[in-house]
């Protein structure tokens, strides 16, 4: 089984492979320590057998949740951890008060796009060219009720362990 725990410095360089595996234009891992020392950031790693195989980064501001970026490495996908580690994400989101979830995704990034979609997000919105690596434009996605999307979707919680607690704790310079 997958846990699903805030990410620590210690994480970093880890959390920094993901990253460098799964993004044409990676964050730097000073981008992700960066992250720590922001109040309204909220990142979680996934981990199997004790080795993080993903993480997922989010903004909550008041009712909304932006996430930043979300990853799996590419010799664990199609194993269903996404969809774990997105539903993990929203419940950590509604416990910081979060009602909404946004993200942006590239327009040629159709599995992302279907993760989200079975999740219960839908494309509002579109910028043009607003990947500047590639040109490529950004489909917005939104999910207006993410309480919802959790409930219907409890199934996927008996798949990972989430530390909630950790996360309210605010355990992340360890
Ligand atoms: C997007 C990503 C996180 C999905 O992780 P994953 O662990 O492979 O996803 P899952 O196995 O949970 O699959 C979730 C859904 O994605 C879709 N999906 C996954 N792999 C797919 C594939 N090869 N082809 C088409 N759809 C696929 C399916 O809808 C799937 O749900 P289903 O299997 O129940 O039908 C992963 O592909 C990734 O890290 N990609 C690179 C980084 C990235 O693009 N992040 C998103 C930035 S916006």
Redesign the pocket.
């Known amino acids: 089984m997958t846990t699903v725990r805030p990410m620590t410095k210690a994480d970093i360089d880890a959390v920094y492979t993901v990253e460098a595996q799964?993004?044409r234009s990676p964050w730097s891992k000073h981008s992700l320590l960066g992250e720590l020392k922001n109040k309204v950031a909220h990142y979680a790693v996934m981990e199997l057998d004790g080795d993080v195989i993903?993480y997922c980064g989010m903004w909550v501001l008041f009712d909304e949740a932006h996430i930043t970026?979300?990853?799996?490495l590419p010799a664990?996908?199609?194993?269903?951890?996404?969809?774990?580690l997105l539903h993990a994400s929203m419940r950590v989101a509604a416990s910081f008060g979060a009602e909404m979830m946004t993200?942006?995704?590239?327009e040629t990034?159709?599995?992302?796009q279907?993760?989200y979609g079975?999740m219960d997000f839908s494309e509002q919105g579109f910028r043009k060219r607003y990947y500047t690596d590639t040109g490529e434009g950004a489909k917005l996605m939104w999910n207006r009720n993410i309480v919802k999307t959790v409930e219907n979707n409890t199934c996927l919680a008996e798949t990972y362990l989430l530390e909630s607690e950790a996360f309210k704790k605010g355990e992340r310079e360890a």
């Open positions: 799964s993004f993903g970026n979300i990853a799996i664990h996908r199609g194993n269903g951890y996404g969809k774990q993200l942006e995704v590239r990034n159709t599995v992302a279907r993760m079975e």
